[in-house]
């Protein structure tokens, strides 16, 4: 029952934001921050279960694994970009944060022409001339 833990982390966090922050307002921002953080890092053990069982199942199915990995990083970087705007937009930096969701959109688009030039190539092939 790791939900209830994390949503109890989340609720006490809650409170004691709420409660510090009208009087320090940096504090409840470091708050939000750490106990952010504290989240990711509890779930990282998670992520890599996923990550194995999918290399598993790549490497069973004859898939590429540089496929794979890419396809990882570009989940990776969605939710670190995700991650990064709520911060910052839990700040009151809206401005920053979607620059920080632009960024991401970027690099996936960066990571993706490999994958998007082999399904171009494959469709090609099939097409007859």
Do not use: H, W
């Given at each position: 029952?790791?939900?209830?833990?994390?949503?109890?982390?989340?609720?006490?966090?809650?409170?004691?934001?709420?409660?510090?922050?009208?009087?320090?307002p940096?504090?409840?921002?470091?708050?939000?921050?750490?106990?952010?953080?504290?989240?990711?890092?509890?779930?990282?053990?998670?992520?890599?279960?996923?990550?194995?069982?999918?290399?598993?199942?790549?490497?069973?199915?004859?898939?590429?694994?540089?496929?794979?990995?890419?396809?990882?990083?570009?989940?990776?970087?969605?939710?670190?970009?995700?991650?990064?705007?709520?911060?910052?937009?839990?700040?009151?930096?809206?401005?920053?944060?979607s620059?920080?969701?632009?960024?991401?959109?970027?690099?996936?688009?960066?990571?993706?022409?490999?994958?998007?030039?082999?399904?171009?190539?494959?469709?090609?092939?099939?097409?007859?001339?």
């Amino acid at each position: 029952m790791e939900i209830i833990q994390l949503v109890g982390l989340g609720f006490v966090a809650t409170i004691l934001i709420l409660l510090i922050k009208e009087q320090k307002p940096i504090f409840a921002f470091a708050l939000t921050a750490v106990t952010g953080v504290i989240i990711f890092l509890f779930l990282i053990d998670k992520i890599a279960e996923v990550i194995n069982v999918l290399e598993s199942l790549a490497t069973n199915g004859g898939i590429q694994l540089v496929y794979l990995k890419t396809i990882l990083q570009i989940i990776g970087i969605a939710y670190i970009a995700e991650f990064g705007a709520q911060i910052t937009r839990d700040a009151g930096q809206g401005a920053i944060a979607s620059k920080i969701e632009l960024a991401g959109k970027i690099l996936i688009m960066v990571l993706a022409i490999p994958i998007i030039t082999v399904i171009i190539e494959t469709v090609m092939k099939l097409i007859p001339a």
